[in-house]
């Protein structure tokens, strides 16, 4: 069936560090994808999105990287600071609106 | 806080109860989605609303399970005769149309004991 998944369920990095979280999915039909981060005891937000008529898009500190030749989509974060502790999530879009969720990385990050 | 509040925020409930959530939406936000979501997974996709009209339904959603949007606002989602297995954080999220971020709520964490 249709899945995102994500190769590591726990990344911890140094504070200062740049943090590379990946994500793998399935439906190669699919072309949108966000990011979003989740802290504990909160819905997910936002932190950025993609459309597969682009390789690379790049926020505050966060780049989206999609490779869509081998189906996997990545975040990284530049400088990474306590703040940026929580769960991220990648989600792939199908049609208009239904969102398929990864399992979800937990990043820590080390003062 | 991203504009989509919901109510109750911590649920604990004993088993064969019924149990009934609101969503708050966006206010000009025309999409609404529930989603169920257990500890270390992603959310998964329950339904979704668009005005009042529930145009999908996931085959999660069981017979004990009805979410209504009355007025194409505020959403209810309403779990009849729980089991431990509904126990989850169930979250709630809008957009503004189609191809648009959905914003979510900070969710419903209901035990059933």
């Known amino acids: 069936g249709e899945s995102v998944g994500l190769h590591l369920p726990t990344l911890s990095v140094q504070e200062g560090d740049n943090s590379i979280i990946n994500c793998a999915y399935s439906n190669s039909a699919s072309d949108y994808f966000i990011w979003y981060k989740q802290e504990s005891g909160k819905g997910p937000q936002f932190i950025i999105d993609i459309r597969s008529n682009m390789d690379k898009r790049q926020g505050q500190r966060v780049t989206v990287l999609l490779n869509k030749t081998v189906k996997h989509l990545s975040l990284q974060i530049a400088a990474t600071q306590p703040g940026d502790s929580a769960v991220y999530f990648c989600a792939e879009i199908i049609g208009t609106y239904k969102y398929i969720f990864g399992t979800g990385t937990r990043l820590k990050v080390l003062a | 806080d991203t504009g989509v509040s919901q109510n109750p925020r911590h649920k604990i409930t004993k088993r064969g109860q019924n149990v009934t959530f609101r969503c708050d939406p966006i206010s000009e936000h025309n999409r609404l989605y529930w989603y169920r979501q257990t500890l270390g997974q992603g959310p998964e996709f329950l339904t979704y609303f668009q005005n009042e009209a529930q145009l999908e339904k996931s085959r999660l959603l069981s017979d004990r399970f009805s979410a209504e949007r009355p007025k194409g606002s505020f959403s209810t989602l309403e779990i009849q005769r729980t089991e431990q297995g509904d126990s989850a954080m169930y979250l709630c999220?809008?957009?503004?149309?189609?191809?648009?971020?959905?914003?979510f709520g900070p969710g419903t964490r209901l035990t059933v004991l």
């Open positions: 999220a809008s957009s503004l149309g189609p191809r648009n971020e959905q914003f």
